[in-house]
Structure formats: C-alpha cells, structure tokens
C-alpha cells in the first residue's frame, strides 16, 4: 500500500512537471520597416499575395479590409472599421493600431491573426468563430511578449476550436466568453502574463490554460461556469470582494478547477510572485488566523511547515522563481499541525515560493533554499 501511496505521489507530481499542454504558439518577428515600404489607403481591399505597411503618421482610416493580405503597422493607425475576412495584422514594437467592427463587431471567422508587438486598442466586441477557421488557418489574436498590450472595454467571444487569445503581455476585456465550441487551452497564457476582465463565461473544460509557468487571471464582476476553467495551478486566479458567481440550473458557480485562487483580490499586481517581501506571506486572510510557519527558512534540504489546529490545507506545492512547481503533495498523511519536505540536494539555491492550498485561497510564502 505504501508503494502505490508512493507512486500516485510521484504521478501527480509527473503531471504537474509535464503540463497537459504545449506551450503557447510562438508569433512570427516583427517585421522590418524602413519607411520605403508600399504604404495602405484608406478604402482598400487587401487581397491574397499583397502586403503593405504604415509608416507614416498617426492617421485615421474610415474602412480597410483584409481578404488574404498582410498588414504591418509601425506608427499609430486607427480603423473605424477594419474587415478581416482573412489575412494577417503585425502590429510592430512601439506602433499602435485601433480598430473596431464600425457601429458593429468585428468577426474573424478563419485564417484571420493579428501579432501584437505593441498596442492593440479594439473598440468593439470580437468574435473568433467558424466556418473556415482549420489548424491550418487559426483565427489568433496575440500579445507576443511582456512588452505587449491590447485592449477592449467590450466583449472577447471565442467559439470555435480553431481560435485562440494567446497573452504573453497585458490584456484587459470588459469580458471573455468562450463559448461552446471552443477548444481546451483555447486561452494560453505566457508566463508572468496578465489578463484582466470584469466578466468571465465559461463552458468548456480546462480552456485556460498557463503552461509555461505563473500567469493570472482577474475577474472584477460576474463568472459564469459550465464547466471548470483550468487544470494548472500555475494560473493565479484574482478574484475581487466585489464579485459573484451564477448558481442554478447547469451552472457549476465558482468553478475554477486547478487555479491557484485568491479571494478579495485587488489585481494581479497584488499576487505577484516575484516581489515578495521576504518572510512575509501573502494571505488571504490574517496570518494569525492561519497560523502558518516555516523553518528553518532558508533551508538546505528540508523544511518544516505548521499550521494551527483546524488549518490543515489540502495540499502543499513549491514553485521556483519562474514558476516551475518542483514539488508537490496532498497532506492526507500529515499530521494536524505541520508535515516535513524534503527537497532534492540538487536543487540549486535560490528563492522558491510555497503555497498552501486550501479550498477557497491559497496562502503563498516565500522560502530561501541554501547551499549545505
């Protein structure tokens, strides 16, 4: 029995080390721009094989459309109305684009992307949908590094299994809904991402995903779940005072599977794990009430943790500094005030962070690991 004891231990930790996802899809470079390049006009209809760019400055188009072509942004553009039936948007480093549906939204339904290196501003609800969308013509709307941001005060809506929002920077939607038909893991979070939303609609299971690491996720207002939203607990979830959860008929409310959850959450900015002040946890509720301790801390190898009567938490886990979890157990054979860990002495010395799981919070606190 011990035996088996030990090998589901080793198979959970094994799922956690080896994420049920790839990593996000990788962005194509920025693309050059000299400023000798064809540049867009306002009203054009861009067709397979034709690729401009705008260089020049900060103007406004009333209408541009995209069948096939390709569209390089390198200073400010603004599209009242863009039609992306199909093709590609680059938005370059430093360059800003905003654009909306005109009055209504904006549909991408296949082999629409846009690759954002800078600012993306939409002033409209957009929607990545079918028909055409294939794995070989995605929709993808991408921040494609921490540098990146985009922006909408409407609705995000992804419903089809060949569309995806992938974040490796800051994005901020009045709300993201992924409805129906999308995929698992059709919203891929980079690491050290932010997405920020007051509404959050689920109906697909484990479709956030945040595989290469800690990324969050922040709901202001309202969640709808009709099914659980992640399976990694390397997705922070910040959940505000302010918000509830729809309950009744097939809703499942707070359903945030595997996320690693803070309650009465400012932003992401409040959990954010690499700025820690050390020895000071980070709780969700007062630290005497949890009565939480660790030592020695730093540590070589081992180190105790004891919790107050009544405070067992569910499972314990230790992330490194980039969020990689390297270590993980259920407390069902601990005792009612504390459990040892044990490390491996090849881990090598630096900060960790530990976080005690417990139904509805988590509570974080950083460990220094030493050399022997």
């Given amino acids: ?17 080896q994420p049920a996802y790839s990593q996000c899809k990788k962005a194509p470079p920025p693309e050059p721009c000299t400023g000798t390049e064809p540049s867009p006009v306002n009203n ?13 400055p900060a103007a406004t188009f009333s209408q541009l459309t995209l069948r096939g072509g390709t569209l390089v942004v390198c200073s400010d553009l603004t599209i009242t109305k863009l039609i992306l039936d199909s093709g590609t948007i680059v938005i370059n480093p430093g360059a800003k684009l905003t654009a909306g549906g005109g009055g209504s939204g904006m549909i991408w339904q296949g082999g629409c992307a846009v690759y954002n290196h800078g600012r993306f501003e939409i002033t409209s609800n957009l929607t ?20 990146a ?4 005060f409407d609705y995000l809506v992804i419903n089809d299994p060949n569309s995806f929002l992938i974040n490796n920077g800051a994005a901020q939607f009045h709300g993201v809904i992924t ?3 999308a995929a698992p893991g059709s919203v891929c979070l980079g690491y050290t991402s932010q997405l920020k939303q007051s509404v959050l609609i689920n109906k697909v299971k484990d479709s956030y995903v945040a595989p290469s690491g800690t990324a969050c996720v922040s709901v202001s207002s309202f969640s709808q779940f009709l099914d659980t939203l992640t399976n990694h607990p390397s997705l922070l979830a910040c959940i505000s005072s ?3 959860s729809q309950t009744g008929g097939a809703n499942k409310p707070n359903a945030w599977g595997e ?19 050390p020895e000071r946890p980070r709780i969700n509720r007062p630290t005497e009430e949890a009565g939480i301790k660790f030592f020695p801390n730093p540590f ?6 004891s919790w107050a009567a009544g405070q067992k938490p569910e499972a314990v886990m230790i992330v490194s500094s980039t969020g990689q979890p390297v270590y993980y157990a259920r407390t069902d054979g601990a005792t009612a005030n504390g459990m040892k860990i044990g490390l491996p002495a090849s881990l090598p010395a630096g900060s960790f962070i530990a976080k005690l799981i417990y139904p509805a919070t988590t509570v974080v606190h950083k460990l220094i690991k030493i050399q022997e």
């Fill in 242 to 244: 302010g918000h509830t």
């Fill in 259 to 277: 996320a690693t959850r803070f309650n009465a959450c400012t932003d992401c900015a409040s959990i954010a794990l690499l700025d820690l002040e």
């Fill in 149 to 152: 941001s985009s922006r909408s």
């Fill in 44 to 56: 054009e209809i861009m067709t397979v094989g034709i690729k401009k760019w705008y260089y020049g």
């Fill in 128 to 147: 990545l949908q079918g028909p055409y969308a294939s794995a070989a013509r995605p929709n993808i709307l991408m921040n494609t590094s921490p540098a």
């Fill in 179 to 181: 409805d129906n038909l």
């Fill in 1 to 17: 029995m011990r035996s088996i004891a030990i090998l589901s231990g080793l198979a959970i930790l094994l799922l956690f080390l």
């Fill in 300 to 305: 070589t190898t081992q180190v105790q943790v």
